[in-house]
């Protein structure tokens, strides 16, 4: 420190002053270490200069510089060391008591390994050896407090022999670079907690968005009974979960409320939909990745295991997730350790996995993960095998529809849920809720009826007959003309094609309304550009307001 500077001598307190210059000019850690091996050239050599930090029973490399390895623009320390030395094992952590900061705890003083041939008294040692060092000295890195929290080390491929006024100016230097990486740690801490609550905060308004249609499960049938009984029975445990069902069952709906009703409900729930996601993608979403891990990575990305440390990760879709990434992750639910991609560390994480599948898991689908995930399974009923249900819940989307969409609310009548109820709905509650939406939209009264539903009335009456709901052309026609249907009707009253600028005006309005004004999703599903959807809203004379 200053204080100490009238007890070394002028040269050595110009070095000290070199090396203050040094960390005030540079940001990066690994700039600074460069920069201190090169100052101190003057004086003594090193081929290498590294900072490590205490983690619990570990010490893990935080910084280095090795002499004749430049750090590539982008790479990890992992990356850095692996190249230096591609045989190292776990070179990211060495237990504490393998290394000489164990005795630093007590002694608070360096250590030095003048001769490595001839002394090895720790496995650090060993390592050292292996990769061509002969010599080195680990110095104490203490805190305002005086606690230690890590260690500064020189080593050289030579063995050495240090003058007393070296090692002072080496503690001088270590007490210097303990502020500075003091005060990287400090900043890391701080980031890593404001992105820790800026994603927990994304994830709870994400869930906010995700019950923005239905908030509760709305039904009282003896099947959906069980799912409820099976969801208050497993939430307050901490087990893996997984939900099976049909599409547009609730799956997600029903992890939500596993979430809810657990003891991480406080903490992140986050989402990854592996049906979503590029296959070679996934383990770079689910674990992460370093900066420079793979071509394009230019920055660390936390993966969604880490941000949801501590809370609930769900994963939808699962049985489509690549074999490889299964094996990973049935490792992480085993150990409890993320590795992400480009380091050869790990993090320690506690997270519960809710995942869902609306397919069985296929034959070749990793056994050790499915056990795991598979050892408390919720199935969720297909609607049209609790149609009982159907009146109390499209009158609960309907109010739903009214509080978070603007629209008027609407009563339902009885014969309009005659007719919902009739249906087999093959997109199940998913697709109620589109119907009753674009019922809503078109509805000019307060009371929807079945004159609202002409299709799913028309696939109602026929699917006695026909397994696929579907009515033949020439069925549908009849019954479109009689029901009068608001939606895309084919044909006029005397039996002859509408124009075929009609029918396209029509297509476009319900598809506005059943993807709920979103431009960009109407566009994709018509296969048209928007700045076509556009034009075609202008000449047809739709309005998207209506």
């Known amino acids: 420190m200053i204080s100490a500077l009238p007890e070394i001598s002028k040269a050595n307190a110009q070095i000290i002053l070199e090396v203050a210059k ?292 769900i994963l939808d879709e699962i049985a489509v997730m690549p074999a490889e990434t299964q094996e990973l992750l049935d490792r992480v639910l085993a150990t409890g350790e993320v590795r992400p991609v480009g380091l050869n560390g790990s993090y320690s994480v506690d997270v519960r996995v809710i995942a869902t599948s609306s397919r069985p898991l296929p034959e070749d689908f990793h056994p050790g993960l499915a056990e795991r995930i598979g050892a408390t399974t919720v199935t969720l009923p297909p609607l049209r095998d609790r149609s009982g249900d159907i009146p109390s819940l499209a009158r609960h989307l309907l109010q739903r529809m009214a509080d978070t969409t603007g629209l008027k609310p609407l009563s339902i009548g009885n014969d309009a849920l005659a007719v919902l109820m009739r249906y087999g709905w093959p997109g199940n509650v998913r697709q109620l809720a589109g119907v009753l939406f674009r019922a809503a939209l078109q509805c000019e009264t307060g009371s929807l009826t079945a004159q609202d539903f002409p299709h799913i009335a028309i696939q109602s009456r026929y699917a006695g007959r026909r397994t696929d709901f579907a009515p033949t052309i020439s069925e549908a026609r009849s019954e479109e003309v009689l029901a009068g249907a608001p939606g895309v009707t084919l044909y006029t009253s005397d039996g002859h094609l509408r124009p075929l600028e009609d029918i396209e005006a029509d297509i476009i309005r319900l598809a506005i309304g059943h993807y709920r004004g979103r431009m960009t999703e109407v566009a994709r599903r018509l296969g048209i550009g928007r700045s076509t959807l556009y034009r075609k809203l202008g000449e047809l004379g739709i309005d998207t307001a209506a």
């Not at 041939?117 to 000295?137: P, V």
């Not at 989402?271 to 674990?287: D, G």
Request: glycine share 6%; hydrophobic share 40%; proline share 4%.
């Open 22 to 313: 040094a960390i005030g000019a540079h940001l990066e850690m690994p700039e600074v270490l460069a920069a201190l091996n090169e100052t101190l050239k003057a004086i003594i050599h090193f081929d290498a200069v590294g900072v490590s930090v205490v983690e619990g029973d570990l010490l893990k490399p935080y910084s280095a510089h090795i002499e004749g390895f430049p750090r590539k623009p982008g790479e990890s320390l992992a990356s850095l060391i692996k190249r230096f030395s591609p045989n190292m094992d776990h070179p990211l952590k060495h237990d504490v008591c393998e290394h000489p900061v164990s005795e630093m705890f007590a002694s608070r003083k360096p250590y030095l390994a003048t001769d490595l041939k001839t002394q090895r008294r720790f496995a650090y040692d060993e390592t050292c050896f292996s990769n061509g060092f002969r010599s080195y000295i680990s110095l104490p890195l203490l805190n305002n407090g005086g606690n230690l929290f890590g260690d500064l080390v020189f080593l050289s491929k030579e063995e050495g022999s240090y003058a007393s006024e070296q090692l002072d100016l080496l503690q001088s230097i270590a007490e210097i670079v303990s502020i500075a990486v003091a005060n990287a740690l400090a900043y890391e801490e701080i980031k890593r907690l404001k992105e820790q609550l800026q994603l927990e905060n994304r994830a709870l308004q994400e869930e906010i968005v995700q019950r923005s249609i239905y908030e509760e499960i709305v039904g009282s049938s003896s099947s959906l009974q069980k799912v409820v009984t099976a969801i208050e029975k497993v939430a307050p445990t901490d087990s893996t979960v997984l939900i099976t069902g049909e599409t547009g069952t609730g799956k997600e709906l029903v992890a939500h409320a596993i979430h809810r009703r657990s003891d991480r409900s406080a903490r992140a729930l986050v989402k990854v939909n592996c049906a979503a996601l590029p296959a070679e993608l996934i383990a770079s979403e689910l674990f992460g990745h370093e900066k420079g891990a793979f071509p394009g990575a230019f920055t660390a990305k936390t993966g969604k295991l880490v941000q949801a440390d501590g809370g609930t990760l």
